[in-house]
């Protein structure tokens, strides 16, 4: 499986960006896609999950009620819409593919494929 992350780019603080998960190889069918970002220097950071049979989402509480999560189906594409972003949103954006159980998606050792990451920069 491949995953290519895209979307990130520089905004002002209150902006908003739409980052897209596709993947190639197979579709999302039976996974969990998770959202995790990481900043220079810091953890890997959960930031959201969905479950892609059944449509089940989390997000991190530093998030919820900015970031929202939507896909096409026909695209075998996972959205995360990032309203007013903040500059400790600033990170390196990354989608990973699981399998494990719920209570885990926060856990981005247990991811088994990574997209390559695209930054997010916001300026305050």
């Known amino acids: 499986v491949q995953l290519q992350a895209s979307g990130g780019g520089l905004v002002q603080a209150g902006g908003s960006l739409r980052l897209a998960c596709a993947a190639s190889?197979?579709?999302?069918?039976?996974?969990?896609v998770g959202w995790f970002r990481q900043a220079p220097g810091k953890e890997r950071e959960f930031v959201s999950a969905?479950?892609?049979?059944?449509?089940?989402?989390r997000y991190a509480d530093s998030v919820k009620g900015r970031f929202t999560i939507s896909r096409d189906i026909a695209k075998n594409t996972l959205y995360l819409q990032m309203n007013s972003l903040k500059p400790d949103d600033t990170a390196v954006y990354y989608c990973?593919?699981?399998?494990?159980?719920?209570?885990?998606?926060?856990?981005?050792?247990?991811?088994?494929?990574w997209g390559q990451g695209t930054q997010v920069t916001v300026s305050s």
């Open positions: 990973g593919l699981t399998r494990i159980v719920w209570s885990e998606v926060a856990n981005h050792k247990r991811y088994d494929f």
């Open positions: 190889g197979r579709t999302f069918s039976g996974y969990i």
């Open positions: 969905f479950r892609w049979s059944g449509g089940t989402t």
